[in-house]
């Protein structure tokens, strides 16, 4: 006969800090269905989570910020129906 073990797996390390992706824009819209017109227009109109720069010629998006987007739309849309 063996001997049973007692040994458990760790568990998953957490981190700390939760971490932020950022976005670059075909992510944003391959996540979105939007393309770089719309994108852009929406964010002059407040509809839509701001860019950020990463260099002075760069920019993506807070991933957080575009699934929260994101899910605000389906929410939108299940109150409709």
């Known amino acids: ?3 049973v073990s007692s040994v458990r797996p760790a568990p998953a390390v957490v981190p700390l ?6 976005l ?10 939007l393309k770089k017109s719309s ?3 929406l964010m002059r109109e407040g509809k839509f989570p701001k860019c950020v720069y990463v ?3 760069s920019v993506a998006w807070p991933e957080s910020k575009v699934y929260a987007w994101v899910n605000e739309r389906i929410a ?5 129906a």
Request: hydrophobic share 35%; proline share 3%.
């Open 24 to 33: 670059r824009r075909a992510d944003v819209e391959a996540i979105t269905g």
């Open 55 to 57: 260099t002075s010629k």
């Open 76 to 80: 939108e849309g299940a109150k409709d």
């Open 1 to 3: 006969m063996q001997a």
């Open 39 to 41: 994108i852009y227009t």
């Open 17 to 22: 800090v939760p971490r932020e992706r950022l």
